[in-house]
């Protein structure tokens, strides 16, 4: 694994455009070898398919029109694509998109070290047949901002409140405590508490059971189209709360790219300019429900796959992407407490320092890792940009197990944030 390397000077001569911050981005990647990574499941040895990345990063520049790019990497893609993106920033259009997939038993399956791509049957997820392809990994937890948008329009539709009561097993909390606990530190019982919310306003309605349930309505899936956001897809949940494998959701059935997750971003944040592809009268949310919104992001307690802040404790920790860490959730040592999370170290030179804002979303199972947030500069810094990565480079490749992924993925946040820096604060 290769240090990250600002290359300030080097950026700064290469004006920033597309195709230099696409290529960037590329060169980033490639970079921290990902191909060399052990797993964990193959006895330590380095993954036998280069990881999947799908990696997105929207810059806005103080004068000049945003510059955005999207790379996308997989076992059939080793040395990277860069995507064709439509004008105005609109959908890729030189990928076709495949939904991940489970078996019979629930299991995620196109991660393991023996599994044949040729021989499996995939589902489209977008893009046309005569273009590169590339399996959407699942998003792991960073679906909760898919939810998280969903909750805040039904606030703004007078069919719930943020101050509403909400009980879930055998709890009773506001909404808006289920929010900001399913994001700063990912509970899933606040995941399942806002899905039943969903399910009892009718945004979502579903038929059958686990094995053979199907949807009837989504107004989820109705606002991210409505958005022009195809690829985000929250699928086939329960009233009862259920959004995993289990329930007959989960892997295969809720889905994100980064691109569409990025532009999901530029919808949300107060301060970036107008979205250009986004039609007239296109949905949006209000100043309150923005502002719970943006308010659980920054308040993250899990800096730990872009940024690496709460894990600053950890014996070989990796620097990430450099941003503040919300002092919250740091005990009178140092050490971090975020609701069934705890992470050790003396972390307060992490809450006290740090070179920008990161108001994000992480995910993490066994076979996938992913983070998506809003930088901006602490001043006199000034850079201000999105990002987002999804993987399938989950904790089975972590080098300790506080970590959820490999060392790489900070690194690789670091490494973008210096290029970042130097083009948006030269």
């Known amino acids: 694994m290769k240090a990250p390397q600002a290359a300030a000077s080097q950026v700064r001569r290469e004006p920033l455009t597309a195709a230099s911050l696409g290529e960037a981005l590329r060169q980033a990647v490639?970079?921290?070898?990902?191909?060399?990574?052990?797993?964990?499941?193959?006895?330590?040895?380095?993954?036998?398919?280069?990881?999947?990345?799908?990696?997105?990063?929207?810059?806005?520049?103080?004068?000049?029109?945003?510059?955005?790019?999207?790379?996308?990497?997989?076992?059939?893609?080793?040395?990277?694509?860069?995507?064709?993106?439509?004008?105005?920033?609109?959908?890729?259009?030189?990928?076709?998109?495949?939904?991940?997939?489970?078996?019979?038993?629930?299991?995620?399956?196109?991660?393991?070290?023996?599994?044949?791509?040729?021989?499996?049957?995939?589902?489209?997820?977008?893009?046309?047949?005569?273009?590169?392809?590339?399996?959407?990994?699942?998003?792991?937890?960073?679906?909760?901002?898919?939810?998280?948008?969903?909750?805040?329009?039904?606030?703004?539709?007078?069919?719930?409140?943020?101050?509403?009561?909400?009980?879930?097993?055998?709890?009773?909390?506001?909404?808006?405590?289920?929010a900001s606990d399913m994001v700063t530190w990912s509970s899933n019982e606040a995941t399942s508490a806002l899905v039943t919310l969903m399910h009892a306003a009718g945004a979502i309605r579903r038929e059958g059971g686990p094995g053979d349930g199907s949807e009837l309505r989504n107004e989820l899936h109705a606002l991210f189209a409505a958005l022009g956001l195809t690829t985000l897809r929250l699928a086939n949940t329960t009233a009862e709360g259920g959004w995993g494998n289990g329930s007959g959701s989960g892997v295969g059935q809720i889905q994100m790219t980064a691109w569409d997750t990025v532009r999901l971003l530029w919808w949300l944040d107060p301060l970036a300019p107008r979205a250009p592809w986004l039609r007239p009268g296109a949905p949006r949310l209000s100043p309150e429900s923005r502002n719970h919104a943006m308010q659980a992001l920054q308040d993250q307690a899990l800096h730990e796959v872009l940024s690496s802040g709460a894990l600053g404790g950890v014996p070989g920790w990796v620097p990430g992407l450099p941003a503040r860490l919300p002092g919250r959730w740091l005990q009178p040592d140092g050490s971090l407490r975020a609701g069934e999370v705890s992470l050790p170290g003396d972390l307060r030179r992490f809450a006290a320092g740090g070179e920008v804002w990161f108001a994000h979303k992480t995910g993490n199972t066994e076979n996938y890792a992913s983070d998506a947030g809003i930088v901006r500069g602490i001043l006199p810094r000034r850079r201000h940009y999105l990002i987002a990565v999804l993987t399938s480079l989950g904790s089975r490749y972590a080098p300790d197990p506080r970590c959820p992924t490999t060392w790489r993925i900070p690194a690789l946040g670091a490494a973008i944030d210096a290029r970042m820096a130097a083009w948006l604060e030269a």
Not at 101 to 109: L, T
């Open 30 to 178: 490639l970079a921290q070898d990902f191909g060399a990574t052990p797993d964990s499941q193959d006895g330590g040895r380095p993954v036998r398919h280069f990881p999947s990345l799908d990696l997105a990063v929207v810059a806005f520049p103080d004068h000049g029109a945003p510059v955005a790019a999207n790379v996308l990497f997989s076992r059939e893609h080793p040395a990277g694509l860069i995507a064709d993106i439509a004008e105005g920033y609109g959908p890729v259009r030189n990928i076709r998109f495949l939904a991940d997939q489970r078996d019979g038993d629930g299991h995620s399956i196109a991660w393991r070290p023996d599994s044949d791509w040729s021989a499996m049957d995939w589902v489209p997820l977008a893009g046309g047949e005569e273009v590169a392809r590339v399996v959407a990994p699942y998003p792991a937890s960073l679906l909760k901002l898919m939810l998280l948008v969903g909750v805040g329009r039904l606030v703004d539709q007078g069919r719930a409140g943020w101050w509403q009561p909400l009980s879930y097993g055998g709890r009773e909390r506001v909404v808006a405590d289920w």
